[in-house]
Nanobody, 119 residues
Framework: EVQLVESGGGWVQPGGSLRLSCAAS????????MGWVRQASGKGLEWVSD????????SYLDSVKGRFTVSRDNAKKTLYLQMTELKPEDTAVYYC????????????WGQGTQVTVSS
């Protein structure tokens, strides 16, 4: 079973940047496709980005394309989300998650890290 721990959240002004990290343990991280999902206060979960096991294939929510970059370091068992040009509507709790083998959903989640974008 994999354990996921996010870090790197915080408060930033509009237009600023943050890099989120997700440290994995307890599984063969290098074989796992991973993703980021966010949840704004009072709203449902919103998928943000996925990355395949070797990091060569990525996908993004339309509203974050060109601003967010997902990456991974399999040697360090760490997933990243570089966020730039942040907007108030990016404010949410960000979760990293492991895709299930069928790729239809996530079967392991971190505890989340809060990102707040405001002036």
């Amino acid at each position: 079973e994999v354990q996921l721990v996010e870090s790197g959240g915080g408060w930033v002004q509009p237009g600023g940047s943050l890099r989120l990290s997700c440290a994995a343990s307890g599984s063969s991280f290098k074989n796992d496709a991973m993703g980021w999902v966010r949840q704004a206060s009072g709203k449902g979960l919103e998928w943000v980005s996925d990355i395949n096991s070797n990091g060569r294939t990525t996908s993004y929510l339309d509203s974050v394309k060109g601003r967010f970059t997902v990456s991974r370091d399999n040697a360090k068992k760490t997933l990243y989300l570089q966020m730039t040009e942040l907007k108030p509507e990016d404010t949410a709790v960000y979760y990293c998650a492991k895709l299930e083998d069928g790729g239809l959903g996530y079967d392991s989640w971190g505890q989340g890290t809060q990102v707040t974008v405001s002036s």
